[in-house]
């Protein structure tokens, strides 16, 4: 039986809790979403004693399912003002799922303010006090950690949360033990800061779980899995998510100059073909896996100019937001920002986006490389007014700034999917709970319009008619990838939704279909749309910024023009 770990941050006790077999299958977001919607007020402040943290790895986690090792960390966002979900790959999860747990959860603050280390190993968990560490950067943390702990993995924050920015994530270390992952999303990290947690060190153990009950079947299913899933996504090994770059360039949809065109004419030099050039020239790693048992390996070790590491991994987003959102064309540049950004523990794509929108506001010129790194500084240190203004991320720092121009919803920044281009995408961005997020419900492009899901009757990412319908369906299967601690990367198809649904009939003897895991999706959805209801969200929050409908992009000229009444059909 999977166990609940409760940590009270206000009188320092953890204890055990069993979880109801039957909810063998909640696991990761589905899990984080249930208890944050249960158990805590919607009224509640973020940063307050109300609110909850939660650590969840998915329900198919560390049984060797192959690409299952995401880490959905769940709470009320300081950003959104709603329900939070954002997950990380590296090795937490499978560490946590190995010592049999479905969830952390992290409760009140500390009388003291702290910070903690909450240390979790097969002998139970404790929090042990650490003034030694406060203040410290992700890797210097990290490195300290690990440093008598061999083969454990963490989840920590940098300044920024422990300043209790908006803008700040949560991170986890890779298979190397870098903290290069990140639930970075939502404000998350400043959660935790709240708290007074600085990090959570889990042992290595042997493995608590109960074995399948059909093992035989549960071997082939996920050798079938894998085979089929490392073969369709041979181009996500190859060149990584940074092939991304010249597609939507190609498309005219890659935020450029804080979303005022959608093609940058330096986009060749931050290509995938650059990237790869770099990282081959300077000893550093294509194909990389985040964590063990990912047969996809989209990640790479980007090394410097002295093939030295800088970091892991330098991705489409990253590169799309620091890069062409801020006109810089300069890889070097952009992997320099993303270390310091994973050091201070920031959002990259929140960053990224808040960054335009102060060139746009005349702070720095577009293309300022030494600006922007300048600026990250701040924010990290929460070192001056205009820093802490921009850790408050794009939609504060865009109005107290008198930019037009903000590419938020819900009060987050956008991914790197222009909305007037990528239409479902930006159906998605609309209306998900968690507000503007691609990895709610991303329809990405292919050369002739949608390849990822391919859908009959949608032929064009740009076609109005059926978006609302394909977001909705994405949206499901994405929830369906969370709840089980899936990456996304192995596809939002119908066709996983069996893969999943058999999986679970060989390890739990359920009797699963396709309908059932779509029941499983679609009621996490639910469980969140009703908590943001209940904390004062209304429709008109399911919308996009008004210019992205009257402004048209160059050089396309489209406009994000799906009607209201086709957004207020989904989840009915
Ligand atoms: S596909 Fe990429 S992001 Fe997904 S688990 Fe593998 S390495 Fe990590």
């Known amino acids: 039986m999977r166990k609940i770990l409760r940590v009270n941050m206000s009188d320092l006790s953890v204890r055990e809790e069993d979880m109801s077999q039957s909810d063998f299958w909640l696991g990761g977001r589905g ?22 943290l939660v650590f969840a790895p998915g329900s198919l986690g560390g049984l060797g399912v192959p690409c299952s090792g995401r880490l959905s960390v769940g709470g009320k966002s300081p950003l959104t003002g709603g329900i939070k979900e954002a997950n990380a790959g590296g090795m937490a999860a499978l560490r946590l799922s190995s010592l049999g747990l479905a969830a ?13 280390i909450l240390w979790v190993g097969k002998s139970g968990a404790k929090l042990l006090p650490a003034h030694n560490l406060k203040g410290l950067g992700n890797y210097e943390l990290v490195e300290q950690l690990l440093d008598t702990s061999q083969g454990a993995a963490t989840i920590s924050i940098g300044p920024a949360g422990e300043n209790c920015l908006p803008v700040a994530g949560v991170a986890v270390t890779n298979i190397e033990g870098y903290p290069a992952r990140f639930a970075a999303r939502g404000g998350l990290g400043a959660v935790m800061g709240s708290k007074g947690l600085k ?17 035989e079947s549960f071997k082939k299913i996920c050798q079938q899995f894998a085979q089929e899933v490392s073969s369709l996504r041979k181009g996500l090994t190859q060149y990584g998510t940074a092939n991304l770059v010249s597609l939507v360039n190609e498309m005219g949809g890659l935020p450029t100059r804080n979303y005022s065109a959608g093609k940058f004419e330096d986009a060749d030099k931050i290509s995938a073909g650059a990237l790869i050039e770099k990282i081959s020239r300077r000893g550093g790693k294509m194909g990389h896996p985040c964590h063990t048992g990912c047969v996809i390996r989209c990640s790479n070790i980007y090394n410097d100019s002295q093939g030295k590491y800088l970091t892991s991994s330098l991705e489409y987003e990253t590169i ?4 062409s959102n801020c006109g810089i064309g300069d890889l070097d540049a952009i992997a320099a920002m993303d270390r310091i950004c994973d050091d201070y523990g920031l959002d990259t794509i929140e960053m990224g986006a808040t960054l335009g929108v102060a060139m746009e506001a005349g702070i720095l010129e577009f ?22 203004l921009l850790g408050h991320g794009v939609q504060v720092a865009g109005q107290v700034l008198g930019v037009k121009r903000i590419p938020a919803v819900k009060g987050q920044s956008m991914a790197a999917y222009d909305p ?10 609309a209306t998900s709970p968690m507000g503007a997020d691609h990895t709610a419900g991303n329809l990405l492009p292919g050369k002739q319009g949608y390849s990822w899901p391919v859908r ?10 059926g978006q609302w319908q394909l977001s909705e369906e994405t949206q499901v299967i994405t929830t369906v990838c969370d709840l089980t601690g899936l990456c996304f990367f192995i596809g939002t198809t119908r066709e996983n939704l069996d893969y999943v649904a058999r999986l679970f009939n ?15 999706g679609r009621q996490v959805l639910l469980e969140e749309i009703d908590f943001n209801r209940r904390a004062g969200f209304t429709g008109v929050d399911d919308r996009l910024p008004e210019f992205f409908q009257t402004e048209p992009l160059p050089p396309s000229g489209e406009v994000f023009d799906i009607p209201e009444k086709d957004l207020k059909k989904l989840f009915k």
Request: aromatic share 8%.
């Open 31 to 52: 899990l984080t979403s249930r208890i944050i919607a249960r158990e805590v007020d919607p009224g509640a402040h973020p940063l307050g004693a109300q609110n909850k």
């Open 104 to 116: 952390l959860v992290v409760e009140g603050r500390p009388a003291d303010g702290g910070p903690y």
């Open 199 to 215: 990090a959570i060190l889990i042992e290595k153990s042997d493995n608590h779980r109960a074995g399948p009950a059909d093992p």
């Open 320 to 323: 799309a937001l620091l890069g």
């Open 367 to 388: 293309g300022d490389q030494q600006g922007a790194i300048g600026l990250l500084h701040q924010v990290g240190k929460a070192s001056s007014v205009l820093g802490r």
């Open 420 to 429: 007037r281009v990528f239409k479902g995408t930006g159906v998605s961005y």
């Open 456 to 465: 009959k009757g949608v032929a064009r990412c740009s076609q109005v008619e």
């Open 506 to 520: 060989a390890y739990y003897g359920f009797e699963a279909e396709r309908y059932d895991v779509v029941q499983w």
